[in-house]
């Protein structure tokens, strides 16, 4: 499923009629945000791979097309310079998607962090402003602003050395007006702090650590600042991507695991499952509800898929082997994209992007397509 050059042209094409440039965006997609976690950005009409070792560039995956390319809408470019549009996005520190342009965070002149601006194919880059912090594993980007959670590593003034802690903070960063908003108060920590979840509507879902390693669930109102814990004296451990307003997260209760989902809007939680002896991976939809198992199965150790079912019950579709691991990432026109590990551990083989349709995935068929540009 290798790229042609129609595509790249056809996909210049789409970008050029999608884009207005930097701060100006369509009625009809000013709220259509991003959720940035890791190397991906997600999008309402693709995913945006960070590249991997074996690119080093920006890949994008639409949806709709199916179609998987090299952010670059050059026509002839061969994507080995810092010209070209999907190495030099890649190379930058945060990117997302808000309306019609990417927002990214690179070092100005000064050597500064700021964030800047560009249209979909690339152009008419803008320098927004400063900011001056380290962004967390998770960032949100939607309704003009900037969400994220902050490490910023300081000098003792004793000592003139770097300090073994960093200040800990979650901001928002207005695009319109570059300027930030101290959301949650910094504190002193020896990692991350605080670690943000996910947003729906005003409610701001953020981890706040309570031990090494160790968090709780908040819940920060953006109108009224207010901070609640639905989850109180619980460890949270793992949390799914949100989705609307469900979140489901792995919480310990003593050497037992427990999976917890919470509707963010009502703050109502239900149990899952309980009383497993370890972790479990999660995939979460409104549509969709992947629990993961690693289990001993003749053995060998393979991932258990179990889809849960409104009953409050959860049956097994599907057993996957370390040859052809495969992890959901979102689902989109009943086909679903995901991190594909072809292979086995010692083989050191890279992790990429697949597809397979939905149906295939719930049948427990192993027909993933690998994604090629």
Not at 68 to 83: I, K
Not at 220 to 238: A, F, Q, R, S, Y
Request: glycine share 10%; aromatic share 14%; hydrophobic share 30%.
């Amino acid at each position: 499923m290798r790229m042609q050059k129609k595509r790249l042209v056809c996909f210049f094409v789409i970008c050029i009629l999608m884009s207005a440039g930097c701060g100006k965006k369509k009625a009809d997609s000013a709220a259509a945000g991003s959720v940035t976690q890791a190397q991906y950005c997600y999008t309402e009409e693709g995913l945006l791979l960070r590249g991997s070792g074996r690119s080093g560039k920006m890949e994008y995956f639409d949806y709709q097309t199916k179609n998987y390319y090299l952010l670059c809408g050059e026509p002839n470019c061969l994507h080995n310079s810092q010209e070209c549009t999907a190495v030099y996005l890649n190379n930058t520190s945060y990117i997302g998607r808000l309306g019609d342009n990417w927002y990214y965070l690179k070092d100005d002149e000064t050597g500064e962090a700021a964030f800047y601006c560009c249209s979909l194919d690339g152009k008419n880059e803008k320098r927004i402003g400063e900011f001056p912090h380290s962004c967390g594993w998770i960032a949100v980007l939607e309704d003009d602003s900037f969400f994220t959670a902050t490490e910023d590593w300081f000098i003792e003034e004793e000592t003139g050395e770097v300090s073994e802690k960093s200040r800990c903070g979650i901001y928002r960063y207005d695009l319109d007006t570059g300027k930030e908003e101290l959301l949650v108060p910094e504190k002193e920590s020896g990692l991350f702090a605080y670690t943000i979840f996910g947003k729906y509507q005003d409610q701001l879902v953020y981890g706040e650590e309570v031990g090494e390693m160790r968090y709780e669930l908040r819940i920060l109102d953006l109108e009224t600042k207010e901070v609640t814990n639905p989850l109180e004296g619980t460890e949270v451990w793992w949390v799914a991507d949100m989705s609307e307003n469900l979140l489901a997260c792995n919480v310990r209760d003593g050497e037992l695991w427990k999976v917890i989902e919470l509707d963010v809007g009502t703050g109502q939680w239900k149990e899952i499952v309980k009383d497993r002896k370890g972790t479990t991976g999660l995939f979460w939809s409104e549509e969709l509800k992947l629990l993961h198992f690693r289990e001993d199965s003749e053995g060998e150790y393979c991932t258990k898929t179990y889809r849960y079912q409104e009953d409050g019950t959860y049956v097994l579709i599907r057993e996957d082997r370390e040859e052809y691991y495969f992890s959901p990432l979102v689902i989109k026109n009943d086909l679903i994209v995901g991190h594909y590990r072809g292979g086995n551990w010692q083989e050191g083989i890279n992790s990429e992007l697949a597809v397979i349709s939905r149906e295939d995935y719930l049948a427990g068929k192993t027909d993933f397509i690998r994604l090629e540009y």
